[in-house]
């Protein structure tokens, strides 16, 4: 098993551009999530699903759009990126759907970002 | 909402010393606590968690924590630290009916010879 992957790894992007991150998982998991973290501020929920075709809000979704066509993928869009976007993001997935917090959540290594 | 205090940001510790983290939890009820260790470069993995029972739990690498209802905490200890336990450290406490996970801001960890 490959777990969580996440593509790509870094990219630096111009203020207004668009662009996706990747993340898929091949352990089955019905719960997949995206973090932002930046320094002081520990991981913060951008995003989240509980199964496919199901996707809500976490605390910080301002910016960015997310969408869960199947249980393996779950792309976080950029749709016009900001410097306050800067970031490391990582994908996260758990076994249960609608327990996420109390599963083991596994993590992708992480796509760092930098918006000019 | 559930939420849980870091109040370290930095701990620096020598090789073979003891190790101490802190996190403070803020629920009247007994909470599911998590710690979660992020190596450089890398995501982050479950070191241990607690749902109920035995208030010290055992986890991956030589890791336990103990959870005391009356410190509101549940800190991460080791015995003897290894210089590949440097770190950034996380708490984390569920959230929303379980549906969401919510991380401290995270104790870095710094060993030294």
């Known amino acids: 098993n490959a777990g969580v992957t996440q593509t790509p790894k870094f990219q630096v992007l111009k203020t207004g551009q668009s662009m996706t991150l990747q993340c898929a998982q091949d352990?089955?998991?019905?719960?997949m999530s995206w973090y932002r973290q930046d320094p002081g501020m520990g991981l913060r929920l951008i995003h989240y699903?509980?199964?496919?075709?199901?996707?809500d809000q976490g605390e910080v979704p301002n910016g960015y759009n997310v969408s869960r066509s199947t249980t393996e993928d779950f792309p976080l869009r950029l749709l016009s990126a900001a410097p306050s976007q800067t970031s490391v993001y990582f994908c996260?997935?758990?076994?249960?759907?609608?327990?996420?917090?109390?599963?083991?959540?596994?993590f992708g290594p992480g796509t760092r970002l930098t918006v000019l | 909402a559930q939420s849980v205090t870091q109040p370290d940001i930095h701990i620096t510790v020598s090789e073979g010393a003891s190790l101490e983290l802190r996190c403070n939890y803020s629920?009247?009820?007994?909470?599911?606590l998590f710690w979660y260790v992020q190596s450089p470069g890398q995501g982050l993995q479950l070191l241990l968690k607690?749902?109920?029972?035995?208030?010290l739990v055992q986890g991956i690498k030589g890791f336990e924590a103990e959870f005391k209802r009356s410190q509101s905490s549940f800190n991460l200890r080791k015995p003897s630290v290894h210089w590949s336990d440097a770190a950034e450290y996380f708490c984390?406490?569920?959230?929303?009916?379980?549906?969401?996970?919510?991380f401290g801001t995270g104790t870095r960890l710094t060993i030294i010879p």
């Open positions: 629920y009247g009820a007994t909470p599911y």
């Open positions: 984390a406490v569920p959230n929303f009916g379980n549906e969401k996970l919510t």
């Open positions: 699903s509980v199964g496919a075709g199901i996707t």
């Open positions: 352990m089955n998991h019905e719960y």
């Open positions: 607690y749902f109920s029972g035995d208030t």
């Open positions: 996260a997935s758990s076994y249960g759907g609608g327990l996420a917090g109390v599963d083991e959540q596994f």
